[in-house]
């Protein structure tokens, strides 16, 4: 079943048009499987038809089917808004080379998603992250040079501790797959070297994560990176980067062993929350508002590790609640940043002076995906909200919940600053021109901003599935 | 009547809800657009008023709109106190519809449609709080209310507005995300569910401490309620237009706050239980002092839409200090004088803006002889003071009469003696501007202006509701029916 989904590594013929439909089958792809995969369980796929210990086996449970929903989604709506908006960011000669480069960033995500072999992941991995920096550096500005670069550098040392972490649970092993190294690895638990193999897989995880305090990549990347990449990356890259924490630490090592050994839990939670706070006030103090999301995005990860932290089902459910839902609420915001990079060419606030007027269809879907972003009830932020709250007092930890919705606070503020500047101050002189966006930009704007309202009303889907796959991971790990 | 009363309750949030794109379509029709809003106004009144005879005839009246959450379904529910504030503010927001018609053209406000539109909205999220079934429902609504009301305050769009807005916004929405969220969280962690039910839904042998400290997470959280410390929002919004601060921030707003206060009193703890906690009394100290503080700023506050913000704020003390006595008496008080306070202050918001529209004054002190001017007005301004204030012939005689019987009931002496102090203060501060504008004294200048009074729209809409604050004293019977019925019958107010 996974194999298809490998089918966008063979080389795409090499147009928008195409990626659509290879995206669009993707993501058609994916709700068979999410569906077959609730209905009856485990999926897997053997490779070249060897047996899964030896060859490389692609296995899909719950968890994985909800984030190739995830990726697959977000980016087929991307992908339609990309051709009016790379017009105007990326030069004509370069459009074959983004979308080549698009196609395979999602492949890997795809791929390090769906397979149940360790070094596959580090295969996909590299391929999505090298993809990734070629994206980044397509963007106009010269800063976009120098954000990849950092993103490279960082990226690279994470990708090498992985390696390094797979390489030593390999030694002790002798295995690759994931269902045989959770059985393996409980034989050997005890030594130094799985110790150290555990400590180089989270900290390279934790890289790609961008989990404060290993976050600094992310905001250049993402602010400089052409509109269209910062919203797929933006709601899939780091989603990726959380599944892959998740997989590691419940599926690979196994609950006991990753939280019992370890002081994991009370370090994941204080830098969950510092990560929180600390980037929630950096974002406020951001002049450019692709700076303040990605800020925004650092302080949002920061929810899906306390609720990681957590290590009950219910936090865990909270965590993956938040993965669909941050995903949604970036890929409309930064999508809607894009329209308003496509008009006025820059994204800087005081640019934003008056937009209020000029594109109020545009901002109305910022002032939506803010307020998702703050939780308001009736969008999907509230309902990861309502979810990780509970799941701190079913702990007991009082204390906790206040500081997390603290934080949502300071998420008004910096949502905030952006509607006053935009519905307040008077237009900057000579903005009369400025226009809303074609038609084609507005309706995957919108699809994104309707899923945050929809999926914030109608939770079955995303609850039910979060709930199975925190069950199934704890249902699952010795 | 064709419709049944489930679907008039939902009507009856809807409704509001889709005048609005009917308000936007007809913006540039000035005309057509305020009929629109009449238009629905008076078959929302028509909608509640049946509803409202359904009720008395004992019907048991809900309607769910489907689950959001496993176990927390958007639900609503009619009972005697959402009723009673239900007709309160669909009555009054056709008063206020005439009324602004008159000062928004008067006052040549720009962007007349966005201010029809969102107070359609916003009176939509008043009928989903009145009628909500469970805690979750009431917030959803109580967030929008806010969200949609932000536009109303600033809608003047000056550097000003937007400051005011901040405060609106921060306080109202910090409060509700902060506290009022983790007490919805915290309730449904330790009773298992957010109905609103008759008794409440806590297990009479809960702990103590962690029901007073929800408590007090309830009474911080609504923000709306304008407790002190967190009043500010109010005088806050009064850089809203003079409408706005009648209706939705003497009236709907700060209605629903109180509201939600004493719905959670009633039905979510008790009043068994509430009469229990620890933190009861801290509680009922904090709205006495925030009676006298707020009432004692009044005094200081030169500008007369400020005076009558605080004036609210001390208000709504004696409400949420009703609930909080956990007696019938106290809660019997505090209900009617959710109708009481409404009357009166919308009256007297009115009046404000009806000065400001004819006469250009906002500054107290500038407004000494302008009986002669407005002498209708101040007519009222008179009547309506008097009902703030609690004196005969007017309705808020009755409100104070039960809070103070609720006092007695428990014993509560100190609290008592703040309800009269403040009776005194209130005569302090309202009573003087209408006798000044009447009796202006030698010294005042004398500049026969004529009479000049503020348009006829707003000026009917004055009358309405200064006849309203009397025959609430004349005609108290249904309203005392309706509250008495809060606690009295469980099988009105019986909850899903």
Known sequence: ????????????????????????????????????????????????????????????????????????SISTVVLLAADTSIRKEIP??????????????????????????????FVFLEISSLSAYALIALGKDRHALWASFQYLIMGTIGATFILIGIGLMYQMTGTLNIADLSIRLPEVAQTRTVFTAFAFVIVGVCLKLAMFPLHLWLPNAYAYAPSIVTAFFAATATKVAVYLLIRFTFSVFGLSFSFTHLPLQVVFMVLGLVGIFAASTAAIYQSNIKHLFAYS??????????????????????????????ALMKGALFLALGAVMYRIGTTQLRDFQGLGRQMPVTMAAIVIGGLSLIGVPLTVGFVSKWYLVLAVIEVGWWPIAVLILLGSLLAVVYVWRIVEVAYFKPSLEGADSIKEVPLAFMIPIWTLVLANVYFGIDTRLSVQVAQAASQSLFGVSP | MSLSLELMLQL??????????????????????????????????????????????????????GELLPGLKISFHIEPLGM??????????????????GYMRGHNEENQTRFYACFAIAISSVMGITFAGNLFTLFIFYEVLTLSTYPLVTHAGTNKAQRGGRTYLGILLSTSILFFLLAIVSTWFVAGTVDFKPGGVFDPGVNKLVAGSILVLFVFGIGKAAIMPFHRWLPAAMVAPTPVSALLHAVAVVKAGVFTVLKVCVYI???????????????????????????????????????????????????????LLATSAGVLGSSMHIAMHAFGKITLFFCAGAILVAAHKSEISEMRGLGRQMPITMAAFLIASLSIVGAPPTGGTWSKWFLLVGTMETGQWALMVVLMVSSLLNIAYLLPLPLRAFFPGAEASSADVGMKEAPLPSLIAICITTVGCVVLFVYPQPLYELAQAILAAPGLAHGK
């Not at chain 1, 369980?41 to 038809?49: F, H, K, R, V, W």
């Not at chain 1, 995005?297 to 938040?322: D, P, R, W």
């Not at chain 2, 009673?84 to 018609?101: G, K, P, R």
């Not at chain 2, 500008?303 to 009703?322: E, P």
Request: net charge neutral; with cysteine; glycine share 6%.
């Open chain 1, 297 to 326: 995005s650092v302080a949002q990860i920061g929810y899906m590790i306390v609720g990681f932290s957590l290590t009950t089902a219910l936090g865990l459910t909270a965590t993956l609640l938040h993965l669909f839902n941050h």
């Open chain 2, 269 to 323: 703890f008790g009043i068994d239980l509430l009469a229990l906690l620890p933190s009861t009394q801290f509680l009922l100290y904090l709205a006495a002092a925030s009676i006298l503080l707020a009432s004692l700023v009044a005094m200081r506050q030169d500008n007369l839409k400020a005076r009558l913000a605080y004036s609210t704020v001390s208000q709504l003390g004696y409400v949420t200090m009703g609930a």
């Open chain 1, 92 to 121: 004509e000669d370069r459009h074959t080379v983004f979308y080549i480069l698009y196609l395979l960033s999602l492949a890997a995500m795809l791929g390090i998603v769906a397979t149940g072999d360790a070094f596959n992941i």
């Open chain 2, 84 to 101: 009673l504030f239900a007709l309160i503010a669909s009555f009054l927001w056709i008063i206020t519809t005439v009324y602004s018609i």
């Open chain 2, 12 to 65: 009856s949030i809807i409704l509001p809800l889709l005048a609005t794109p009917g308000i936007v379509a007809t913006g540039h029709k000035p005309n057509l657009r305020e009929s629109v809003t009449i238009g629905t106004s008076l078959v929302l009144l028509y909608l509640v008023f049946n509803l409202y005879l359904g009720l008395k005839q004992g019907a048991s009246v809900s309607a769910h709109w």
């Open chain 1, 1 to 72: 079943m996974a194999a298809p989904l490998c089918l966008f590594l063979t080389r795409p013929r090499l147009v928008w048009f195409f990626s659509i439909v290879a995206s669009g089958l993707a993501f058609l792809i994916s709700c068979l499987l999410l569906q077959q995969v609730m209905a009856s369980g485990t999926i897997s796929y053997e490779l070249g038809a060897w047996d899964a210990p030896w060859g490389i086996e692609y296995r899909i449970d719950q968890l994985n089917a909800l984030l190739l929903l995830i990726i697959s």
